[in-house]
């Protein structure tokens, strides 16, 4: 099992910044990719930004220019800067890390973190 610790979260005003972090532990074997997708009531999660091992990115339209994704491959980190945030950006964050194990490529996810953009 890999556990997922998220921090970083909670309540920022319109056209500021928060940082996210998220750390996995446990049977950690071969990492595939580590981000972060984003939910609000109602709605479906949708992808906010990954980042394989090698360094490739997939960021949202959305959060383009806005988010940057990075992580550190010795200390199983992922990091999401949230620059120029805007209220729609509200929403519970969740880590997901992703790696390779015996029966395939096997996903976990955090419990999430709450990120509230007021205007």
């Known amino acids: 099992q890999v556990q997922l610790v998220e921090s970083g979260g909670g309540l920022v005003q319109a056209g500021g910044s928060l940082r996210l972090s998220c750390v996995a532990s446990?049977?950690?074997?071969?990492?595939?990719?580590m981000g972060w997708f984003r939910q609000v009531p109602g709605k479906q999660r949708e992808l906010v930004a990954l980042?394989?091992?090698?360094?490739?990115?997939n960021v949202a339209d959305s959060v383009k220019g806005r988010f940057t994704i990075s992580r550190d491959n010795a200390k199983n980190t992922v990091y999401l800067q949230m620059n120029s945030l805007k209220t729609e950006d509200t929403a519970v964050y969740s880590c997901?890390?992703?790696?390779?194990?015996?029966?395939?490529?096997?996903?976990?996810w955090g419990k999430g973190t709450q990120v509230t953009v007021s205007s």
């Open positions: 997901y890390f992703v790696q390779t194990e015996r029966s395939g490529r096997i996903g976990y």
């Open positions: 446990g049977r950690i074997f071969r990492t595939y990719a």
């Open positions: 980042i394989t091992s090698g360094g490739d990115t």
